[in-house]
T-cell receptor, first 114, second 113 residues
Framework: DSGVTQTPKHLITATGQRVTLRCSPR?????VYWYQQSLDQGLQFLIQ???????AKGNILERFSAQQFPDLHSELNLSSLELGDSALYFCASSVSWRGNQPQHFGDGTRLSIL | SQQGEEDPQALSIQEGENATMNCSYKTSINNLQWYRQNSGRGLVHLIL?????REKHSGRLRVTLDTSKKSSSLLITASRAADTASYFCATYRGGGSQGNLIFGKGTKLSVKP
């Protein structure tokens, strides 16, 4: 058990809809990362937060947004969903904002767009 | 964009054999990490090797890093059926304000009992 909790585990919705994915980091970790995993693109970094502040942005679409709350949990909001957004979305956490520590991954949210 | 590229894409071996996976990357790095992913689960950190290290061991795992060739290898000795999983290398470039890792596409390892 990594200590990172992601909800929901599965999400099925339709094109054009909006969803929110939730992540609770491991106790003591201040940094949260969101990744998207698909068969064709592999594991892509979306965004990083550290102690409530955005730290880095990767291949995140404008239709996607995220935030980290004072209690350090994070939410990833996906809107105007398209078929191509179907993927596994992972949250990971680490102690430091630097990548010189292991990242601890949740089990992901599987998003299916119909 | 992908930084690491694992080779081979898939590997099938018998229990008890050794498994070697390779990773090549493009730019200079601060460290390289290996992760394992069981089907349908999150990634699990295996080992981190810093750019000034050449070799690291953890149990049945041995990782090497050659920064001159921009490559790393992961050796799993005496493999078990439970080692069946996908293995990813991930690099951290260092510098800047971000801490994200860049992952390769992974090697799918199948260990047959």
């Amino acid at each position: 058990d990594s200590g990172v909790t992601q909800t929901p585990k599965h999400l099925i919705t339709a094109t054009g809809q909006r969803v929110t994915l939730r992540c609770s980091p491991r106790s003591g970790d201040l940094s949260v990362y969101w990744y998207q995993q698909s068969l064709d693109q592999g594991l892509q970094f979306l965004i990083q937060y550290y102690n409530g502040e955005e730290r880095a942005k990767g291949n995140i679409l404008e239709r996607f947004s995220a935030q980290q709350f004072p209690d350090l949990h994070s939410e990833l909001n996906l809107s105007s969903l398209e078929l191509g957004d179907s993927a596994l979305y992972f949250c990971a956490s680490s102690v430091s904002w630097r990548g010189n520590q292991p990242q601890h991954f949740g089990d992901g949210t599987r998003l299916s767009i119909l | 964009s992908q930084q690491g590229e694992e080779d081979p894409q898939a590997l099938s071996i018998q229990e008890g054999e050794n498994a070697t996976m390779n990773c090549s990357y493009k730019t200079s790095i601060n460290n390289l990490q290996w992760y394992r992913q069981n089907s349908g689960r999150g990634l699990v950190h295996l080992i981190l090797i810093r750019s000034n290290e050449r070799e690291k061991h953890s149990g049945r795992l041995r990782v090497t890093l050659d920064t001159s060739k921009k490559s790393s290898s992961l050796l799993i000795t005496a493999s078990r059926a439970a080692d069946t999983a996908s293995y990813f290398c991930a690099t951290y470039r260092g510098g800047g304000s971000q801490g994200n890792l860049i992952f390769g596409k992974g090697t799918k390892l199948s260990v047959k009992p």
